[in-house]
């Protein structure tokens, strides 16, 4: 299972970034997939999810209404769409999987700096 995560950049306030994260090694389609992030000093927390088949999603709520998870089975990708960005929301963001257990797989994430 290998889980690369892309998208990650420096960005004013109010501002806008889609990462990605590309799947390959399982069968994507068949597993969940979500969004982690890691401040400096903080510990990770769970930023958004959503279901093998587009059908559910979950949201923190911090950041419901302004970021949308989704993904393209065709494509093994899964995608974090962030608008209104805040400087809170600057952190390391990770994707991962729940493979054989609870979000056994995960990325190396990629950086989000807000300011």
């Known amino acids: 299972v290998q889980l690369v995560e892309s998208g990650g950049n420096l960005v004013q306030p109010g501002g806008s970034l889609r990462l990605s994260c590309a799947a390959s090694?399982?069968?994507?389609?068949?597993?969940?997939m979500g969004w982690f992030r890691q401040a400096p000093g903080k510990e990770r927390e769970g930023v958004a999810a959503?279901?093998?088949?587009?059908?559910?999603?979950y949201y923190a709520g911090s950041v419901k209404g302004r970021f949308t998870i989704s993904r393209d089975n065709a494509k093994n990708t899964v995608y974090l769409q962030m608008n209104s960005l805040k400087p809170e929301d600057t952190a390391l963001y990770y994707c991962?999987?729940?493979?054989?257990?609870?979000?056994?797989?995960w990325g190396q994430g990629t950086q989000v700096t807000v300011s």
């Open positions: 991962a999987t729940p493979v054989f257990g609870s979000w056994d797989y």
């Open positions: 090694g399982y069968t994507y389609s068949s597993y969940c």
């Open positions: 959503i279901h093998r088949d587009s059908g559910g999603t």
